[in-house]
């Protein structure tokens, strides 16, 4: 199932210290040659500080050559920057650490720097040490450290592109320590800096920059959303958080636009969040989240594809639910190897499994319970156990009877009141209705004032 695996995809809107694990896992599932997956570890390393990781990875693919000479200098060169960046950013951090001078800095960042500097002779370029500081030790690795460095120059810096650069580094630092709560929380303070503004392209990533602000913003976004996927893939709550965000205008816009392939983690978001989203008090747009996504899919699937999907396309745009069965074995396997989804793999399987047995009780007052096990891929007795089991837990219980004698469920639903039917097929419409009235009225009041003004509004 090599063909399905987005390592390749999601890599260049990684930094080169994120894409470290993404190729270890590569390692461990097999999916290609161990030796290419070595060489493309080394060729990343040697881009680094981490000269020592780098001998390794060289030593593993060449056992029998000796170590090139080249790594002697570069691990001589690092050990000198490190100790001339320390010194250089430790004077800083000797003020700021002061409990007086803590105590006497203000939100105003212009303020405290006009503080230090009158009183401690702390000047901007000695604050730029901080970060340049910072920056070095992730490069070799110290991620604890440099987020610590990060953090105390993110707190004095007024350079907006430097400070947005800073907010990558430590997002990258906690995604690398593994501190989700704190990642999550960084996450979210970088989304509402790049919301509010057109930054520029993250220093701390390699990749293209671009001068129309609108662009640069699109490429930022983009980074996000793929940067996001380790922390919302390990953060507790996590794929809830992750629905949330991507199902927004401006972030759904983004994956259509520029990287279709993200759906796929949409999907699994939505297929592990489901059976949850029906038996606790979820948020509409989690309850609502497959509706929005099938139609996602419908639009994109010329631009992108595969079993997880395709599962979601079979089960409601076609309903052929032996189709949907097949999907959900390749996606079983494509789930599995995934880096951000191996570990939900049971999870996924039986989410879907509810959202087959779903469906196939929706559009059938008596099933062969035989039958349905086949179509969840399960055996009789473990289909069984299974379904006796969601229907206990799920809102089924009320409608179906099991028959064990006849190895049937018996649904009973009782019909839908007509106001109720009236409600959901027009929800939202006051809504929209107002919207519509409002773009209307900007749109007239434009063209009263002018051409110029009427494009703007239209806009």
Same mark, same amino acid.
């Given at each position: 199932m090599a063909e399905y695996d987005l390592t390749q995809t &999601?890599?260049?809107?990684?930094?080169?210290?994120l894409v470290f694990p993404l190729l270890a896992h590569l &390692?461990?599932?097999? %999916?290609?040659?161990a030796g290419q997956v070595h060489a493309a570890q080394y060729e990343l390393a040697k881009g680094t500080n981490m000269v020592d990781y780098a001998v390794s990875l060289f030593d593993v693919l060449y056992p029998n050559e000796e170590v090139p000479s080249e790594f002697a200098g570069k691990r001589e060169s690092a050990v000198h920057t490190n100790e001339r960046l320390q010194q250089e950013a430790q004077a800083v951090l000797n003020v700021i650490?002061?409990?007086?001078?803590?105590?006497?800095?203000?939100?105003?960042?212009?303020?405290? %720097?006009?503080?230090l500097k009158e009183h401690y002779g702390v000047t901007l370029e000695q604050i730029n040490a901080l970060y340049n500081f910072g920056q070095f030790q992730y490069t070799y690795g110290n991620y604890s450290g440099a987020a610590d460095y990060l953090y105390h120059f993110r707190v004095l810096s007024t350079d907006p592109d430097l400070t947005i650069s800073a907010h990558w580094g430590k997002l990258a630092c906690d995604i690398l320590t593994g501190k989700w709560d704190i990642a999550l929380e960084e996450l979210n303070t970088l989304r509402e800096a790049i919301d509010s503004r057109s930054p520029s392209h993250p220093a701390f990533a390699a990749g293209p920059t671009s001068t129309d602000p609108a662009l640069a913003q699109?490429?930022?976004?983009?980074? =996000? =959303?793929?940067?996001s996927l380790f922390v919302y893939f390990n953060h507790p709550e996590g794929r809830t958080l992750l629905l949330e965000t991507f199902l927004t205008p401006t972030y759904l816009n983004t994956i259509q636009t520029s990287c279709p392939w993200v759906l796929r983690y949409l999907v699994a978001a939505a297929v592990l969040s489901r059976k949850a989203s029906a038996t606790s008090g979820s948020s509409g747009r989690v309850r609502y989240s497959i509706r929005e996504i099938v139609k996602v899919i419908q639009m994109e699937e010329y631009q992108y594809q595969d079993p997880v999907t395709a599962f979601l396309r079979e089960l409601y745009v076609e309903f052929d639910f032996e189709a949907a069965q097949k999907e959900l074995s390749k996606a079983e396997v494509v789930v599995g190897n995934d880096f951000f989804l191996a570990e939900?793999?049971?999870?996924?399987?039986?989410n879907a499994r509810y959202l087959i047995s779903e469906a196939y009780c929706r559009i059938h007052q008596r099933i062969d319970i035989s039958d349905l096990s086949e179509r969840l891929n399960l055996s009789r007795d473990e289909g069984e156990k299974w379904i006796v089991?969601?229907?206990r837990e799920t809102r089924m219980g009320a409608d179906a009877k099991i028959d064990l004698g006849k190895n049937v469920i018996e649904i009973n639903r009782p019909p839908q009141p007509?106001?109720?039917?009236?409600?959901?097929?027009?929800? @939202? =419409?006051a809504f929209r209705?107002?919207? %519509? @009235?409002a773009a209307m009225a900007r749109q007239g009041v434009a063209q009263a004032e002018g051409p110029t003004a009427a494009v703007e509004a239209s806009q």
């Open positions: &999601v890599i260049p809107y990684c930094d080169r210290h &390692v461990e599932n097999e %999916l290609f040659p650490e002061n409990p007086e001078v803590a105590q006497a800095l203000r939100q105003d960042k212009n303020q405290n %720097l006009q503080y699109l490429h930022s976004r983009t980074w =996000l =959303l793929h940067w939900f793999k049971d999870e996924f399987l039986d089991n969601l229907i007509i106001y109720q039917t009236v409600i959901e097929k027009t929800r @939202g =419409l209705t107002q919207a %519509l @009235g």
